[in-house]
């Protein structure tokens, strides 16, 4: 039995075939790989949009129950700081004219004025 997997054709546009490309050429890869990057990329943001949606539906529903898993998420994570985690500082350049402090204190906010 062959391990080498099946391929097939699809159809794009052009554009999106010469997008496909120049990332696939910038990055020394080929174009398949790119693509299967881009779809697990799009499964990751799907998965956590979806996650997303139930977490603020438990929070509606079950007021109780969301405020027991955050406290529960801070006892093993620790309090929320509303800084940049420090391993990415320095690594995230923000657009010009963000301000840090109103990020970190509407993010609190959604924290529950934390």
């Given at each position: 039995?062959?391990?080498?997997?099946?391929?097939?054709?699809?159809?794009v546009s052009v554009i999106t075939r010469d997008?496909?490309?120049?990332?696939?050429?910038?990055?020394?890869?080929?174009?398949?790989?790119?693509?299967?990057?881009?779809?697990?990329?799009?499964?990751?943001?799907?998965?956590?949009?979806?996650?997303?949606?139930?977490?603020?539906r438990t929070r509606r529903e079950d007021p109780?129950?969301?405020?027991?898993?955050?406290?529960?998420?801070?006892?093993?994570?620790?309090?929320?700081?509303?800084?940049?985690?420090?391993?990415?500082?320095?690594?995230?350049?923000?657009p010009e004219g963000f301000d840090e402090s109103?990020?970190?204190?509407?993010?609190?906010?959604?924290?529950?004025?934390?």
């Amino acid at each position: 039995m062959s391990t080498e997997q099946k391929t097939t054709t699809i159809r794009v546009s052009v554009i999106t075939r010469d997008k496909i490309a120049r990332y696939a050429h910038e990055e020394g890869r080929p174009m398949t790989e790119v693509l299967e990057e881009a779809l697990q990329d799009y499964e990751k943001k799907k998965f956590l949009k979806r996650l997303g949606e139930q977490m603020e539906r438990t929070r509606r529903e079950d007021p109780e129950g969301y405020a027991e898993y955050l406290a529960e998420f801070e006892i093993w994570q620790g309090p929320p700081s509303g800084r940049i985690a420090p391993e990415w500082e320095g690594l995230i350049d923000f657009p010009e004219g963000f301000d840090e402090s109103s990020w970190t204190s509407a993010r609190n906010e959604e924290q529950g004025g934390k």
